[in-house]
C-alpha cells in the first residue's frame, strides 16, 4: 500500500477551494494502551472490520490532485468508529464495549473528538470563505458480505432530500458511465446516504446550500488488479470529480 500512496495519478485541473477530503478508517493502528486487547485479533485488524482497504490511498490522491484539504485517521474502527455517532451500537467493537465508561470515554476523548472537531471546524471555515464546502469522505467495502456478492465498483453515497447532494452525484454517476464504461456505479449502495455516519451528524450541522456531503464507496476487490489497473480506476474517480466540480467554478 505505501509503494501505491507514492504512485503518480493524472492531475485535476479545477479548482477545489471548496472540496474537503476525509478518512475516517484509514488504519487498523491500536494504540499502545489497548494492544493487549486484540493480541489475538490480528486477522480481525486485517479484514474489513478493521479498516478500509484502499480508502486512503484513494482519500490521499484526491486531496493531492485537487490540492484540497485533507483529514484522515489510522486508529483502527475496532478501537472507536469515526463514522458512528456517540452511543451507536457499534461505535466500539466488543473488547472495548467490555472496558470501563472512563476508559471508552477517554478514548473517545483522545481520538473521535478531536478528529470531528476538527473536520467540522474545516467545514465552517471553508463556508465562511467561499459559501459552500463539497465534502468527499472516502470509504472502501468487502464484495462479498454474509455470503452475498455485491455488484459495484464504486458506490456514492448521499442524503436524497438534498438536491445539491442528489445532483452531484447523479452528474458524477453519468460522467463515470461515459468516461469509464466498465465500472458498475450505483448510488446509496452499499448502504444508505442517510444511515448514521459523520456525514449525516454535519448535515444535522450546516444547511444543504453550503454543506455537500459524500462519501464515495470503492469495492475492496479492485485493490487485487493490478497495480496499473488500481491507479486507472482511481484515475477515473479523479478525472469524472473533475469534471463534476468544473460545473460549481463556472
Not at 128 to 146: D, E, L, M, Y
Request: proline share 4%; glycine share 6%.
Amino acid at each position: 500500500m505505501q509503494s501505491e500512496c507514492a504512485t503518480q495519478e493524472q492531475k485535476a485541473t479545477s479548482t477545489a477551494t471548496s472540496l474537503m477530503i476525509t478518512c475516517e478508517h484509514g488504519g487498523n493502528r491500536v494504540p499502545a494502551p489497548y494492544r493487549h486487547l486484540f493480541r489475538s485479533c490480528s486477522t480481525l485488524l486485517e479484514s474489513h472490520r478493521g479498516f478500509d482497504p484502499g480508502a486512503l490511498v484513494m482519500a490521499t490522491a484526491l486531496a493531492r490532485n485537487f490540492d484540497a484539504p485533507l483529514q484522515t485517521s489510522t486508529v483502527s474502527r475496532l478501537v472507536v468508529d469515526l463514522n458512528r455517532s456517540i452511543g451507536h451500537r457499534n461505535l466500539h467493537s466488543d473488547a472495548i464495549r467490555a472496558l470501563p465508561t472512563a476508559i471508552r470515554q477517554e478514548i473517545v476523548e483522545h481520538y473521535y473528538q478531536p478528529y470531528r472537531t476538527q473536520a467540522e471546524r474545516q467545514v465552517a471555515q471553508g463556508i465562511a470563505q467561499r459559501g459552500r464546502v463539497i465534502h468527499i469522505s472516502c470509504h472502501s467495502f468487502t464484495n462479498n458480505f454474509n455470503g452475498m456478492v455485491r455488484h459495484a465498483d464504486i458506490g456514492l453515497l448521499y442524503d436524497p432530500t438534498r438536491q445539491g447532494e442528489s445532483t452531484l452525484c447523479a452528474n458524477w454517476k453519468s460522467v463515470l458511465n461515459l468516461s469509464a464504461p466498465d465500472l458498475k456505479v450505483r448510488r446509496n449502495f452499499p448502504y444508505e446516504g442517510r444511515n448514521d455516519g459523520f456525514t449525516a451528524t454535519l448535515r444535522k450541522k450546516f444547511p444543504s446550500d453550503n454543506y455537500l456531503g459524500i462519501e464515495l464507496e470503492l469495492n475492496q476487490k479492485n485493490l487485487l488488479f493490478p497495480a496499473k489497473q488500481w491507479t486507472v480506476l482511481r484515475n477515473s474517480i479523479i478525472t469524472s470529480l473533475d469534471t463534476v466540480l468544473r460545473g460549481y467554478h463556472s
